[in-house]
């Protein structure tokens, strides 16, 4: 059974075809990344999935039930994560607070005054940031971290949520290309420890086809393209979208889009 199954799924925009007519599927455990340029369509799909778009028409099953409408808050309880950020909304919090609030959240307790939040979940909070390399953190403010290391926190957050699907929307977006293999490499491990399947987007190629188990790809709206590294690499539809004609990404190391 696929954990996602997204079947002709439409957004427009005033007169623009966002997304239109896609139909693709996510299995159990699968790493799969959604690539395509600038305004094709992979951030509307990413919103309708998540809650924050209605579509126009079409269907999102996710593990047999149609989320399609749904508020985001109920398509997350329901066990579909994301990443989002995390200083913006409490930085005034320590990165283990930060945590612990995910997981007391999770668990749904009321926590009323901010008191008894303080210890409840520490251990397991610690825990799940010495798994994304921030346990010497733990006690700083959130609002002192560097960019990548915000990152690393909104990674240990969407997990302390246990969701079965996690949603990352260029989750690398403003790092440098060393940090960002490092970010997806981490995000792998732990995915695949935990056998939660990925959807996300990534503008660097090299990622992409190191740590991807498939690949779909857009282009103005449209499905192009679903298959292995290779078979994208190879793909003569995809390297026009990319490069126009005669260029291939083996002719383009890190000009992808
Ligand atoms: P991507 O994430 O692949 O860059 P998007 O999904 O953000 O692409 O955008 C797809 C198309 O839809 C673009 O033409 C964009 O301008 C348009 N679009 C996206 N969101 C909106 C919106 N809220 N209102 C109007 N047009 C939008
Ligand atoms: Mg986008």
């Not at 340029?37 to 209605?54: E, V």
Request: proline share 4%; with cysteine; net charge neutral.
């Amino acid at each position: 059974m696929s954990v996602l199954a997204v079947k002709s799924l439409s957004k427009s925009f005033g007169g623009v075809h966002a997304v239109n007519q896609v139909s693709f599927t996510v299995a159990r455990g699968e790493f799969l990344a959604l690539i395509g340029p600038n305004g094709a369509g992979k951030s509307t799909c990413f919103n309708m999935i998540n809650g924050q778009l209605a579509p126009d028409s079409g269907e999102i099953l996710f593990e047999d039930k149609n989320i399609a409408g749904l508020a985001p808050r109920d398509i997350w309880r329901l066990g579909v994560g994301r990443t989002f950020q995390v200083a913006a909304t409490f930085g005034s919090m320590t990165v283990v607070e930060n945590v612990q609030m995910a997981l007391i959240s999770h668990g749904r307790e009321t926590y009323g005054l901010w008191r008894p939040a303080a210890s409840l979940h520490r251990e397991r909070a610690i825990d799940l940031l010495a798994q994304v390399g921030m346990r010497e953190a733990a006690d700083r403010p959130s609002r002192e971290l560097a960019y990548g290391d915000v990152k690393r926190i909104e990674l240990a957050i969407a997990l302390a949520n246990e969701p079965r699907l996690l949603l990352m929307d260029e989750p690398t977006a403003g790092m440098a290309p060393r940090e960002r293999n490092d970010l997806i490499k981490l995000v792998k491990q732990l995915v695949v420890e935990r056998g939660i399947s990925v959807l996300f987007t990534e503008h660097s190629m090299d990622v992409v086809f190191a740590y991807a188990d498939r690949i779909i790809v857009l282009a103005r709206g449209r499905l192009i393209a679903d298959g292995d590294a290779a078979a994208i690499r190879e793909n003569p539809q995809v390297q026009e979208v990319y490069f126009g004609t005669g260029k291939t990404f083996a002719h383009a190391q890190g000009a992808a889009p």
